[in-house]
């Protein structure tokens, strides 16, 4: 965290980089009577220097009279536009261009107001407000309650939030209670900036959060996985985690996660299955950076929940033995369950599910003495997640024994190093027999129907044993397969 004079230094530094279409954008509001500031995260960011060409503004514009003015801000201007989608809200966006070379100014212009979730709704009531105060109290942390009127660059923090900025505090502008009681997501929004911004929540912000965690199953699926998303795509979600798990917010969201606080993994080495969990994400993070990654939801997701059906498959053998036979098939199942509940998208549900199920399939071969159709086998049940794949296996080694961690190491390098060469030979990526559908009918006269899905089944396991063996031989083949079947 910066301290205050270096969080004011580079606000102004922001300031004056958004100065020519923020100015222009405040002459415009002035003109129609209208004041416009500067608000919330894009405070926050321009006092952190981090401040992108995302900016949020409020005003005491209505939302028509938000509309009307950036329409004639944008109006001649090519590649500008302006949308209403937010507009129950109070919310008009607009972008515009930058320049060359620049991305584009994205805008997003609110009228003052507050969001109230009422006992039993799961959607705000929302209410337009006349005053700033009014609209800042209503925020959810004092880091987002500070605003910037434009015109003046006057600073407006009625709640203390550069002082809780500098400090690395995350604090309510009113009681924690209320803040989370308007709306709940606010409590795992508060995981995740203790994640992204590095903060460290208020005494009173944890004990309320442990007080309300039920609150938060009034919020929809869709904006709990929104903000688990967030979480998990910080730099260093380990705090977020941690906190949603010991605020109890996690029983409610993803109770996987605190299932497999007080399971011993297999190397009985590590305090629980949840922190090695934890570890393991970690360095799946660690792996995406150095191997050129941008970050990662299915990344993510997937080295979190990789073990999630441990406690279900616990068994106990003897005194001293544990085993979680057939935790990663079960926790494959466990998975598509949660993310289907959270409507994450299929194809992200169907790719996490399948690296779990396929997590351990890398030491069922022992200490790397890979056949080639062992080789071409992983890559065929990986198929367009083999790099994921990569990942994940490589970051679940989180043992403390450097000899065995070495060994593992250089195990899968070798693997990797067995799918390049082999990948340069033959057509890995798209692996298929030599013959296709059309050809088998033609060559056995077969019409569409489970024969032939048999017979392609049947070349397609001839192709991972030994390899390309071209057309002629794969007719050979196939013709020597059907007799055969036809004689049995």
């Known amino acids: 965290m910066p301290d205050l004079s270096e969080a004011q230094a580079n606000a102004v530094v922001e300031l004056l980089r958004i100065a020519p279409v923020v100015g222009r954008l405040g002459e415009a509001f002035a003109a129609a009577g209208h004041e416009l500031y500067l608000v919330g995260g894009s405070v926050r960011d321009a006092l952190l220097g981090r401040l992108g060409n995302d900016l ?9 009279d938000i509309e009307a003015l950036l329409s004639d801000f944008t109006a001649g201007v090519r590649g500008a536009a302006v949308w209403a989608i937010g507009k129950e809200f109070g919310t008009i966006g607009a972008r515009v261009p930058a320049g060359k070379n620049q991305p584009d100014w ?37 880091v987002n309650a500070m605003a910037i009127k434009i015109g003046e660059d006057s600073f407006v923090d009625p709640y203390g939030g550069l002082g809780d900025l500098a400090q690395g505090v995350l604090r309510t502008p009113g009681t924690p209670e209320q803040s989370f009681s308007d709306d709940p997501l606010r409590m795992m929004r508060a995981a995740r900036f203790a994640s992204q911004l590095r903060m460290r929540p208020a005494p009173e912000v944890l004990a309320a959060m442990a007080a309300m965690a039920d609150r938060i199953e009034i919020i929809s699926a869709e904006r709990v996985r929104d903000e688990l998303s967030k979480l998990l795509l910080t730099d ?75 406690p279900a498959t616990r068994r106990f053998v003897g005194e001293n033995k544990v085993t979680f036979h057939h935790h990663d098939v079960v ?18 549900t169907d790719a996490v599910s399948k690296l779990v199920e396929l997590h351990l399939r890398f030491h069922g071969y022992g200490d790397g003495q890979w056949t080639d159709s062992a080789v071409r086998r992983y890559v065929r049940d990986a198929g367009d997640q083999l790099e994921r794949l990569h990942i994940l296996t490589r970051a679940d080694s989180t043992t403390r024994n450097r000899r065995k961690a070495e060994r593992l190491r250089r195990s899968y390098d070798d693997l990797e190093d067995r799918i390049d060469r ?38 397609l396991e001839l192709r991972i044993e030994g390899g390309p063996i071209g057309e002629d031989a794969a007719r050979e083949e196939l013709l020597r397969w059907w007799a055969g079947r036809a004689g049995a």
């Open 56 to 64: 949020d503004f409020t005003t005491d514009a209505r939302p028509d």
């Open 106 to 142: 994205v805008i997003e212009i609110t009228t003052f107001r507050s969001d109230v979730y009422r006992p039993e709704s799961r959607k705000p009531e929302v209410a337009f407000g006349d005053t700033l105060d009014g609209d800042l109290v209503r925020r959810d942390f004092t």
């Open 236 to 310: 260093a979600p380990r705090a977020g985690l941690a906190m949603l798990v010991a605020s109890g917010l996690a029983d409610h969201v993803l109770p996987e996660l605190p299932a497999m606080r007080l399971e011993l993994d297999e190397h009985h080495r590590h305090k629980d299955v949840f922190e090695h969990s934890l570890v393991v994400l970690e360095q799946a993070i660690d792996l995406e950076r150095r191997r050129g990654h941008e970050p990662e939801l299915v990344n993510r997701l997937a080295a979190l929940l990789h073990d999630i059906g441990k």
């Open 331 to 348: 926790g494959a199942k466990l998975v598509r369950k949660r993310l289907k509940a959270l409507r994450f998208p299929g194809d992200v």
């Open 422 to 459: 082999l990948a340069e030979e033959e057509e890995l990526d798209a692996l298929r027999p030599e013959l296709n559908g059309d050809q088998i009918m033609e060559i056995l006269g077969l019409s569409p129907g489970r024969e032939v899905g048999e017979a392609y089944r049947y070349l």
